[in-house]
């Protein structure tokens, strides 16, 4: 079972689609979904919903041999609309099992 931590007592729409998509694409070993949109409130991006700013940490196998920003385009990539559209701002960490 995979190590997946939520950061938010009760987690929204888009931090569950986040979260489903990288389930889905990476099978994830480790997984931690954080909104972090609170602390962005009323600045540049933030559009009222409470779910406009995340970061996520994701470790899986797919990351093994892949360069930091192939890493990033993969996360993108299974997150398709979403970062531009309902998300604004997103960190990525994504790293290959073993990797500090």
């Given at each position: 079972?995979?190590?997946?931590?939520?950061?938010?007592?009760?987690?929204?729409?888009?931090?569950?689609?986040?979260?489903?998509?990288?389930?889905?694409?990476?099978?994830?070993?480790?997984?931690?979904?954080?909104?972090d949109?609170?602390?962005?409130?009323?600045?540049?991006?933030d559009?009222?919903?409470?779910?406009?700013?995340?970061?996520?940490?994701?470790v899986a196998?797919?990351?093994?041999?892949?360069?930091?920003?192939?890493?990033?385009?993969?996360?993108?990539?299974?997150l398709?609309?979403?970062?531009?559209?309902?998300?604004?701002?997103?960190?990525?960490?994504?790293?290959?099992?073993?990797?500090?």
């Amino acid at each position: 079972m995979p190590y997946i931590r939520r950061m938010t007592s009760t987690p929204g729409p888009v931090e569950t689609e986040i979260r489903q998509r990288l389930e889905a694409e990476f099978s994830p070993s480790e997984l931690v979904v954080s909104n972090d949109s609170a602390m962005h409130s009323g600045h540049s991006g933030d559009d009222g919903s409470g779910e406009s700013h995340f970061s996520v940490t994701i470790v899986a196998d797919a990351f093994e041999g892949v360069s930091r920003l192939q890493r990033q385009r993969m996360v993108n990539a299974a997150l398709g609309d979403l970062p531009g559209q309902r998300v604004h701002a997103l960190a990525i960490k994504a790293r290959a099992p073993g990797e500090a």
